[in-house]
């Protein structure tokens, strides 16, 4: 007898469409048999990890048959330090979705909604369909506003409800790269009543510049005790392949997403690393120099393709190639050169290019220059 397993699983995991990361290199080289590739798909760091961080985990390579500290005391104590904040305000993850899904399932039930804006981060409506919770989505910001498919403050509040137990809120966002400035955000939280947990994503915080006006939500964690910050070592980092993220909330809230956070959720290698990427403050800078001056690379070829994209102050750019993105995308790859379709997000015109270094995006700008030409 064949089992319909479908038909075992929970409501909101029948009809889950799992996350579509960024093409690897090897499916491209298997599909087109090409070897030299250039992949500015997944917003990853292009000097790659610190030194000091290579460092410290083979030094850790001899402790592989030991759990690692479930508690990540050493991580904690940098982090505190660092951030000048309460190890008993922080909680480690498997990366930051990890900490996303801790908190979806301290929060969410089937009885309660999420609300997100349009074009945010995917894993905010996986994490709220799992649990079985109802996902609200917000109106972006129209195309012709100084922030174009941002989030929108207004369109935010406007779906609270009784039921409302979570908001998420990219800042900057991903895959667009725009941001809520200060006062927006400020704003923002404080409309928002104390029964719905805000989570502020700051993945991409690193690579803000001050010019931005795009805030540090960590400064305004005693004022609102509902606030949760997420971060990730996995971008201007460099240690995307550890997985290594974190969480700072109010105590109490902390004590709770620690009570559904699996055992040993961050491995030992992750631990030692992210403690070494803290300290090593210069390769933070270089990093942040490098994905400035490629910023620049790319918004000046985009400006000679006579083509539009969004304000970004993460390290990639997403880009109205006027035609479908998806085509471009292809087109591309025939090249070697992989970037990111967001038609999933709801922009089927737009490539998000990532940041990469000097001569990755002159690959890039060759490849996408042929492919225009036509």
């Known amino acids: 007898m064949t089992c319909d397993f479908f038909s075992f699983a929970a409501p909101g995991v029948r009809t889950l469409q799992p996350y579509q990361p960024g093409k690897p290199e090897s499916e491209l080289r298997r599909e087109y048999g090409l070897d030299d590739i250039v992949k500015l798909a997944s917003n990853e760091n292009p000097l790659g990890p610190s030194p000091q961080a290579l460092t410290a985990v083979r030094g850790a390579l001899t402790d592989l048959a030991r759990y690692p500290d479930g508690n990540g005391f050493e991580l904690k104590t940098a982090l505190a330090a660092k951030l000048e904040v309460s190890m008993a305000a922080l909680t ?7 900490v996303l899904e801790l908190i979806a399932r301290a ?6 909604e999420a609300i997100f804006s349009e074009h945010a981060f995917a894993v905010y409506p996986l994490v709220t369909q799992a649990i079985g919770a109802t996902a609200r989505i917000a109106k972006a910001h129209a195309p012709d506003h100084v922030m174009p498919h941002g989030h929108d403050p207004a369109a935010l ?16 966002n991903n895959p667009t790269g725009t941001w809520l400035r ?40 005693d004022h609102f005790p509902n606030l949760i910050v997420t971060r990730t070592f996995s971008k201007a980092y460099g240690l995307a392949g550890l997985r290594v993220g974190y969480a700072v909330s109010h105590p109490q809230v902390a004590d709770l997403l620690n009570r559904v956070r699996q055992p040993f959720n961050v491995n030992s290698l992750a631990l030692v690393a992210a403690v070494a990427a803290l300290e090593d403050v210069s390769h933070l800078e270089r990093s942040r120099t490098v994905n400035r001056v490629g910023m620049q690379q790319l918004q000046d070829a985009c400006r000679q393709w006579d ?7 993460g390290n990639f750019l ?20 992989i970037a990111r379709p967001v038609d999933n997000y709801g922009l089927p015109r737009y490539l998000r290019i990532s940041i990469g270094a000097e001569a990755e995006n002159a690959r890039l700008i060759e490849a996408m220059h042929d492919v225009l030409r036509g």
């Not at 509040?157 to 900057?172: E, G, H, K, S, V």
């Open 182 to 221: 200060s006062a927006e955000l400020r704003n923002l939280l404080e409309a928002i009543p104390e029964s719905v947990i805000v989570v502020v994503d700051e993945a991409y915080f690193e690579y803000v510049g001050a010019e931005a006006d795009c805030p540090n939500a960590l400064h305004w964690l």
């Open 307 to 313: 083509l539009t994209w969004l304000p970004s102050v």
């Open 157 to 172: 509040l406007a779906l609270i409800n009784d039921r409302t137990r979570l908001m998420f809120i990219a800042n900057p």
């Open 318 to 337: 997403c880009v109205d190639v006027g035609r479908p993105g998806r085509e471009v995308f292809v087109k591309l790859l025939q090249r070697g050169v």
């Open 107 to 112: 929060f969410l039930t089937p009885e309660h």
């Open 92 to 98: 480690l993850g498997n990366g930051s979705n990890d």
